[in-house]
């Protein structure tokens, strides 16, 4: 079994913009491989407008903006071995009862749904899927769905450890 893990925009950002949950996310990259790691297109444009507000609004310098646009691009969108799940009318439809049953809202219920159908597709070759959020409703969610989050926001290096086990070097 390895562990397959999908971010969320609210944690993968921290890859590329250092925020509380950065060394968490930087170690779970130095311990897997970029073919065990997923997020949604939806995710990807998240990120980008994460980082230009936070150009904007002078959290990023034009430098650091830069370079974590080019990390970014090298890393996730020009990667072949980093996977970006499509997000397409039948997803959307089926994430509505994700909405109401959980409180979420729409790209969160999106999210989840994806990561359900992800599950099952990593379980029957035997590997497991881990959603990496910093979102709390999120995360109350995905556990109630059954889902085993991680939010580097909250976690510790002992638990990621123990999670990945023997994918730790």
């Not at 925009?9 to 996310?25: D, H, W």
Request: charged share 25%.
């Amino acid at each position: 079994m390895q562990w397959m893990i999908y971010f969320d925009a609210s944690a993968l950002v921290k890859r590329y913009a250092q925020e509380i949950g950065t060394a968490l996310v930087n170690e779970v990259f130095r311990h897997l491989p970029l073919s065990q790691m997923v997020c949604s297109t939806v995710g990807i444009l998240e990120i980008i407008s994460i980082l230009v507000r936070k150009r904007n609004d002078g959290r990023l310098s034009q430098a650091l903006f830069e370079q974590a646009m080019i990390e970014f691009k090298a890393e996730v969108i020009d990667h072949e071995e980093f996977s970006a799940t499509s997000v397409n009318d039948t997803l959307l439809l089926s994430a509505l009862d994700m909405i109401e049953k959980h409180n979420l809202n729409a790209t969160d219920a999106v999210i989840l749904r994806s990561t359900l159908n992800l599950r099952l597709a990593f379980q029957e070759v035997g590997d497991e899927l881990m959603l990496w959020t910093s979102d709390k409703r999120l995360v109350r969610a995905a556990q109630g769905e059954g889902i085993i989050s991680f939010n580097p926001e909250e976690e510790t290096i002992d638990r990621l450890h123990q999670l990945l086990g023997n994918n730790v070097a």
